[in-house]
């Protein structure tokens, strides 16, 4: 198990408390064990928040819970659960000494309003911080009753922590367009600030290049699936919960955010949303940022994963959440030759020189202009509640395979995932399948806008070579829509 001091080291250059980064170091961990336990890890499907925080980008709000999507409905039994949890947490406690307490852990099978099962879970642990009392817990929230439309990926876990396995943390989980439409569904039947929040946030990351297409049927399918409309931003201004949740959303993510941003940039940026998710107009690209003489290290990209810097670099954790959230921040900045500044700057792109220097290129707001900072000489910076709207490409929350940092790694070895010794789950070791079962997932019905013949297919793809119509007679096809 990682030292007090990394999670110390961490939480200040995050601008958290302690014990929240401290959960999300538990959370990978946590991960880590389902995905390895041979009858779970490849029938769970893991989405939500959390999901987002841990496998697409970590420059994001941090989450506190867990929620799988369950392919196997005898996975909601309260014995089951308790058997595997006893054997991961083992497997935990021997991988890094995260301790999962058995009397720490409560499993509960219910009804849910749905009349399905559902289940929930909680889950203790015993961290680097060493508190004393009641150890913490992870929630986790489980359910059976959930559409899966498309087929869930493997994805690698962010843990930014100095025992990640050399060979990564991965977990099955959704896909990013089923991620997207699942917000963009739970959005419009319970409104809920982290909702809204993670909705722009999923919109704003362009780089990701989600098919809209395919966000737009999967949300049809998920709408259809739950009994609600289709979420427009009219009907979701007409709600009386429109009210509720500019009341909570500072008490519902002030806590999981360094700086909450303001609710009023949130909401009025979902009718931009709705507009890019409705249409198939073309985004303009926002310029990328090009100002300063330095000559630039062009084998050197951002790392997409958060982590303590140190002297030198210590407020560039800051100024990536200030980007990704559209804030601006109050630096005090030192000059070659020692004069001070206090620019409140727009955060945009950080390069790296020749020389090794690291340089945020940035916008002076007074000023209206581009201007370029070394992160050296920079002695603070504050992340204000005062957003903006870029001016050019946010470069600072860039995702994919990047050149990283070399982090001084502790040795983590351990072995594979012993065979259940409980005999309930072994049972269901041997009776589970290792693939999705056969029509798992989502066929497409596409109708021949020329003759109204449908086609059904296991992709979404509406290009539909010549045919014959109903009636037998010859019919070019060319392009059909989606029922």
């Known amino acids: 198990m990682i030292s007090k001091p990394e999670i110390m080291a961490l939480a200040a250059e995050?601008?958290?408390?302690?014990?929240?980064?401290?959960?999300?170091?538990?959370?990978?961990?946590?991960?880590?064990?389902?995905?390895?336990?041979?009858?779970?890890?490849?029938?769970?499907?893991f989405k939500g928040g959390t999901?987002?925080?841990?496998?697409?980008?970590?420059?994001?709000?941090f989450s506190e819970d867990l929620d799988f999507t369950l392919q196997d409905k005898v996975h909601l039994d309260e014995k089951f659960l308790a058997e595997v949890?006893?054997?991961?947490?083992?497997w935990v406690y021997e991988a890094c000494g995260l301790l999962l307490p058995s009397e720490a852990r409560k499993f509960e099978v219910f009804t849910n309003p749905r009349g399905n099962l559902s289940a929930q879970g909680r889950v203790g642990y015993r961290g680097p911080l060493g508190r004393a009392g009641d150890p913490p817990r992870i929630k986790l929230?489980?359910?059976?009753?959930?559409?899966?439309?498309?087929?869930p990926v493997q994805r690698p876990v962010h843990h930014p922590y100095s025992d990640l396995p050399e060979a990564g943390i991965h977990v099955l989980s959704y896909c990013f367009e089923e991620v997207f439409a699942e917000k963009m569904r739970a959005l419009a039947e319970r409104?809920?600030?982290?909702?809204?929040?993670?909705?722009?946030?999923?919109?704003?990351?362009?780089?990701?290049?989600a098919d809209r297409a395919l966000v737009r049927s999967?949300?049809?399918r998920k709408c259809e699936f739950k009994g609600i409309p289709v979420p427009t931003y009219a009907a979701l201004t007409d709600r009386p919960e429109r009210i509720a949740i500019e009341v909570e959303w500072e008490q519902m993510l002030a806590h999981q955010l360094p700086t909450c941003p303001p609710f009023d940039e949130f909401w009025q940026e979902l009718p931009a949303v709705f507009d890019w998710l409705n249409t198939d107009a073309s985004v303009p690209p926002l310029p990328a940022i090009q100002f300063g003489r330095e000559v630039v290290d062009t084998t050197w990209r951002l790392p997409p994963m958060v982590m303590a810097w140190g002297v030198g670099a210590s407020t560039l954790e800051s100024i990536r959440f200030a980007a990704a959230n559209r804030l601006c921040i109050q630096l005090e900045y030192a000059k070659e030759g020692g004069e001070r500044t206090s620019p409140m700057i727009e955060p945009y792109a950080v390069i790296q020189t020749q020389e090794r220097n690291l340089i945020l290129r940035a916008v002076d707001v007074s000023k209206g202009e581009p201007r370029t900072y070394r992160l050296d000489r920079i002695r603070s910076a504050t992340v204000?509640?005062?957003a903006f709207k870029p001016r050019y490409a946010v470069e600072l929350t860039e995702s994919g395979p990047l050149n990283t940092p070399p982090v001084e790694r502790l040795p983590v070895a351990f072995k594979a995932f012993s065979s259940p010794r409980s005999l309930a789950v072994r049972k269901l070791a041997r009776a589970a399948p290792a693939r999705p079962q056969r029509g798992f997932g989502l066929s497409y019905t596409f109708e021949c806008t020329l003759c109204g013949k449908t086609f059904k297919r296991e992709k979404y793809d509406s290009t539909l070579n010549p045919h014959k119509n109903k009636q037998g007679w010859p019919c070019?096809?060319?392009?059909?829509y989606l029922k």
């Open 476 to 480: 070019p096809g060319r392009i059909g």
């Open 85 to 90: 949890f006893e054997e991961i947490g083992e």
């Open 14 to 45: 995050l601008r958290l408390q302690a014990n929240v980064v401290e959960k999300d170091y538990a959370l990978g961990w946590f991960l880590a064990g389902i995905a390895a336990h041979p009858v779970i890890g490849h029938r769970w499907v």
């Open 191 to 209: 409104q809920r600030p982290r909702d809204l929040y993670d909705v722009v946030h999923l919109y704003r990351r362009q780089d990701l290049q």
């Open 384 to 386: 204000t509640r005062q």
């Open 218 to 220: 999967t949300l049809l």
């Open 51 to 61: 999901c987002l925080k841990k496998c697409y980008f970590e420059t994001y709000r």
């Open 141 to 151: 929230d489980l359910a059976t009753d959930e559409v899966l439309v498309l087929t």
